[in-house]
């Protein structure tokens, strides 16, 4: 899975282009600021050192502006997993984050892929919006999904 560099220009020169290992420290630098809270542990290293050609980057004016990690599952042929997806709070609602995703679903498809999954807390109203107005069927919360007391909503995009 891999997204030609350059292949979206939006608001502000914001580019995007496919990750390298080495973005995994300017997105842990930033996250927990977006988001509000410690989030770095949900996003290890070893994603962006094993799946940077399937995970995106958006930058504009030199600075990180959004970010998907996302991989071709190896064990269900037909699926791609988003594991984790933020655009910064200056480029929110700028249309970034659907465009991260699209050209994530489309490289998803032109490599076979027939289901794009991902999940979050079922207090992320915010992320749980905004996959069903990309079409995400969306379940749960499903009760100790990643641990005991871990809730998760779930959400399946057929394409």
């Known amino acids: 899975m891999d997204v030609r560099s350059g292949a979206w220009e939006g608001p ?3 580019r995007i282009r496919n990750a390298v290992p080495g973005d995994h420290s300017r997105i842990v630098e930033v996250c927990d600021d977006w988001w509000g809270k410690p989030v770095t542990h949900i996003l290890p290293r070893l ?6 050609t399937s995970s995106l980057i958006a930058e504009s004016g030199g600075g990180l502006s959004g970010f998907l990690v996302g991989f071709p599952s190896l064990s269900l042929s037909d699926e791609a997993y988003v594991h984790f997806a933020g655009v910064s709070p200056a480029h929110r609602r700028s249309g970034l984050a659907r465009e991260l995703y699209r050209l994530f679903i489309d490289v998803a498809r032109a490599d076979g892929r027939t289901v794009v999954r991902a999940i979050t ?3 992320n109203e915010g ?3 905004f996959h069903r107005s ?6 749960g919360p499903h009760e100790d999904y990643d ?4 809730a998760r909503m779930c959400f399946e995009l057929r394409l």
């Open 12 to 14: 502000g020169g914001t």
């Open 47 to 52: 994603f962006l050192d094993h799946f940077h």
């Open 121 to 123: 807390s079922p207090a």
């Open 127 to 129: 992320s749980i919006a």
């Open 134 to 139: 990309m079409g995400f069927t969306v379940t």
């Open 147 to 150: 641990s005991p007391g871990t």
